[in-house]
Nanobody, 123 residues
Framework: QLQASGGGLVQPGGSLRLTCAAS????????MAWYRQAPGKQRELVAE???????????NYADSVKGRFTISRDNAKDTVYLQMNSLKAEDTAVYYC???????????????WGQGTQVTVSS
């Protein structure tokens, strides 16, 4: 299960920090990420962090948030954060936490989604 928090209403130029904590998994989490979905648009990747395999340590950002958003992760707590600075109106969306475990010989990696948290950037 993923529990996300930290959304809210903020003025343009402001900051918010999203938190997502994972629990109940039986295998280590490999990928933790944030997606967002604005009204009338498809869900898109905002940022992701990879912790195992050949891509271990990889962090990726959508071009639209590079330099403004920072994803970080506490592996001991299975928690991922998204620090959002210099927020713009176009960042308004529901933000979803995503986690994918490593999988193993017996099963494919399991994907989980959080419940979504609303971020509204408006004056």
């Amino acid at each position: 299960q993923l529990q996300a928090s930290g959304g809210g209403l903020v003025q343009p130029g402001g900051s918010l920090r999203l938190t997502c904590a994972a629990s109940g998994g039986d295998l280590p989490i490999n990928i933790m990420a944030w997606y967002r979905q604005a009204p009338g648009k498809q869900r898109e990747l905002v940022a992701e962090t990879v912790s195992s395999g050949t891509l271990s340590g990889t962090v990726n950002y959508a071009d639209s948030v590079k330099g403004r958003f920072t994803i970080s992760r506490d592996n001991a707590k299975d928690t991922v954060y998204l620090q959002m600075n210099s927020l713009k109106a176009e960042d308004t969306a529901v933000y979803y936490c995503y986690a994918e475990d490593t999988g193993n010989y017996y099963r494919s990696p399991r994907i989980s989604w959080g419940q979504g948290t609303q971020v509204t950037v408006s004056s």
